[in-house]
C-alpha cells in the first residue's frame, strides 16, 4: 500500500493481520477541510479487542526476551522507515486531520525521532547495587509490565503514536493502540511500517472505534498498563476502569495555560511566540498558549499586534499547507464557536475572528478575546481551538496568582529580561513545563506532563520509560547461617 493511496476500508490490525471487526461494523472517516468522506474504518467491540490483547500477551514473552541491543535496532529500523516515507505519511495525516501540510510532516520527522531516541535507550535500561552489608548482595532490575494499552488522541495522531509505542516496545513491551475515531488512519501506517521494520507480528495490535471500544480496552484484564492523553473527563473514566485491575495509568489531560507577559518583556517576541502557542493546529493542543495574562503597559499594544496577526493568517486545507487548517470535525466546530459565544456573554470583548469560513470544512478565523477575567468560563475551560483570551494585570496583582488560578497545570510560560523574575516565577507556576521567552520549549528529550488535573506521570524523554517498566529487587543471602531479619527491619 502507497502511504497516499485511498482505501475504501480499513480493518483493524490483530496478531499481525488485517482482519474485519466482529460486528461488520464500519465508520466514515472525513477530510475536515472539506467534510468529505474518504476512508471507512473498523469499529473493534469487546470480543475484537478481547482478541488483540490475547494476541499482545502470546507476543509479550519473546519481544521482552529479546536481546536489547536487538530491540533497539529494531526500533532505529521503524524511524529510517518513517523518514523513508515521511511526505506520503504527511499528506495522510493531513488529510485526516486537517493540519497545514508543513506541520503534518513536522509531526511525522518527530514521530521518527522518538523511535530513534528510544532504540539508543533500550540496551541501557540499567538496574542498580544496593549497599546492603557484607552478609547480603542486592541488586534491582528493571522489568517490562507486559500488554500497554495506548489511547491516541485526534489532533497529533501519528507524533503521539510514537510517543507511547516506542518507549513501550523500547522497554520490552508490547502494545495495543486505539487512535481517536476521526483520526485512525495514521496509526495502521505507522503499524505497518513497524512490521516491515521487523517488529514481530503481534507485538503492535491496531484496535479502531470511539469510547465503547476504548473501554473495552482500558478494563479488559489482561492490560497491565495504560497510556492516555485526552480530557480530563475521559481519563477519570479510564482512572475508574484501571481502578478495577488495578492497572497503572499515565495520564497527559488537558490544559488551560498562562503566557505572562511582564512589563519588561521584549513585546515582538512575545506576540510572535503567543501568536504561535495558540494558533499552531488551529489551538488543537493541549500546551496551547490559552491565556496570555498582559501587564496593563503593555496590555494595549499586544492586544492590537497579536490582533493584527490574526487578521493576516491564511486559512486552507492542509494539501494546500496555509497558515492555519481546519478544525477536526463538525461538532468540534461547533463547540469551540460556543465557547466564542460564552466569552462575550460574559463581558469579554472580540478583538478579532470568531467567525467560521464560507464553504465547505470546519474553518474557524483565529480568535482573540479581550477584557477577560480569569474568572470567566472562556478563562477556565479548555476550549481546544484558536481561540485566545488575554488578561490584563496591574502593579497590585500578581500574575502568578493568576496563571495558577485553574484547575490545569500542564505548561505556562513566562516573557521577562529580568532573569530573577524569571526562575522565580518557574519556581512558583504550578505546571510540569515552563517556557521561559518562548513557546513550545520541550522536545522529545525532555520529559513532558502536568500537575493537578493536567495528569499523572510523565510523557518524552527517559522518565516516559518509567511508565513502561517496573523494579525488581532481589536480595541474595551470603550468610551460611540462618539470620534473625524480620519484615521491615
Known amino acids: 500500500m502507497s502511504d497516499t493511496e485511498t482505501v475504501v476500508q480499513h480493518d483493524l490490525l490483530v496478531g499481525g493481520e488485517r482482519v474485519p471487526p466482529a460486528s461488520e461494523e464500519y465508520v466514515e472517516t472525513v477530510d475536515p477541510a472539506t467534510g468529505e468522506a474518504f476512508a471507512e474504518v473498523a469499529v473493534a467491540d469487546e470480543s475484537d479487542v478481547d482478541r488483540a490483547v490475547r494476541a499482545a500477551s502470546d507476543a509479550f514473552p519473546d519481544w521482552r526476551d529479546t536481546d536489547p541491543a536487538e530491540r533497539g535496532r529494531t526500533l532505529y529500523r521503524v524511524a529510517e522507515r518513517i523518514r523513508d516515507h515521511a511526505d506520503g505519511l504527511a499528506e495522510l495525516e493531513s488529510r485526516d486531520q ?26 541501557k535500561l540499567e538496574g542498580i547495587s544496593v549497599p546492603v552489608g557484607t552478609g547480603q548482595v542486592d541488586y534491582t532490575v528493571r522489568e517490562p509490565y507486559g500488554v500497554s494499552a495506548q489511547i491516541v488522541p485526534w489532533n497529533f495522531p501519528g507524533n503521539l503514536f510514537a510517543r507511547g509505542v516506542a518507549p513501550a516496545l523500547a522497554g520490552g513491551n508490547t502494545v495495543v493502540v486505539k487512535p481517536a475515531p476521526t483520526t485512525p488512519l495514521s496509526a495502521y501506517r505507522l503499524a505497518e511500517l513497524c512490521a516491515e521494520a521487523g517488529v514481530p507480528e503481534s507485538v503492535v495490535n491496531i484496535v479502531s472505534g470511539a469510547g465503547e471500544t476504548g473501554a473495552a480496552l482500558t478494563g479488559h484484564a489482561g492490560v497491565d498498563t495504560i497510556t492516555f492523553t485526552g480530557s480530563v473527563l475521559t481519563g477519570q473514566h479510564v482512572m475508574k476502569a484501571a481502578a478495577e485491575n488495578v492497572t497503572p495509568v499515565t495520564l497527559e489531560l488537558g490544559g488551560k495555560n498562562p503566557a505572562i507577559v511582564y512589563p519588561d518583556a521584549a513585546l515582538d517576541e512575545a506576540v510572535s511566540w503567543v501568536e504561535r502557542g495558540i494558533f499552531a493546529n488551529a489551538g488543537q493542543v ?55 459565544e460564552i466569552g462575550v456573554e460574559e463581558g469579554a470583548t472580540l478583538a478579532v475572528g470568531g467567525e467560521p469560513l464560507d464553504g465547505d470544512g470546519y474553518f474557524l478565523r483565529p480568535t482573540v478575546l479581550a477584557d477577560v477575567d480569569n474568572g470567566m468560563r ?112
Open 98 to 123: 486537517g493540519k497545514p501540510l508543513s506541520q503534518a510532516r513536522a509531526d511525522i520527522m518527530s514521530a521518527a525521532r522518538y523511535f530513534e531516541y528510544y532504540a539508543g535507550a533500550a540496551d
Open 286 to 340: 493541549c500546551s496551547a498558549a490559552d491565556r496570555a495574562i498582559v501587564h496593563e503597559s503593555l496590555y494595549d499594544e499586544f492586544l492590537e499586534r497579536i490582533a493584527d496577526r490574526a487578521r493576516a493568517y491564511d486559512l486552507g486545507p492542509g494539501s494546500e499547507d496555509p497558515d492555519m487548517g481546519p478544525l477536526n470535525s463538525a461538532e468540534h466546530l461547533a463547540r469551540v464557536r460556543e465557547y466564542v
Open 378 to 489: 472562556v478563562a477556565q475551560e479548555e476550549i481546544f481551538g484558536p481561540v485566545l483570551s488575554v488578561i490584563p494585570y496591574g502593579d497590585g496583582e500578581d500574575p502568578i496568582e493568576i496563571g495558577n488560578d485553574v484547575q490545569y497545570g500542564l505548561v505556562a510560560g513566562v516573557f521577562t529580561n529580568d532573569v530573577r523574575r524569571a526562575h522565580r516565577a518557574a519556581r512558583r507556576l504550578e505546571a510540569g513545563n515552563v517556557y521561559v521567552n518562548k513557546w513550545f520549549g520541550d522536545t522529545n528529550q525532555t520529559p513532558f506532563g502536568g500537575y493537578k488535573q493536567s495528569g499523572i506521570g510523565r510523557e518524552k524523554g527517559l522518565a516516559a520509560l518509567d511508565s513502561y517498566l517496573q523494579s525488581k529487587n532481589v536480595a541474595v543471602n551470603l550468610d551460611e547461617a540462618t539470620g534473625g531479619d524480620l519484615p521491615g527491619t
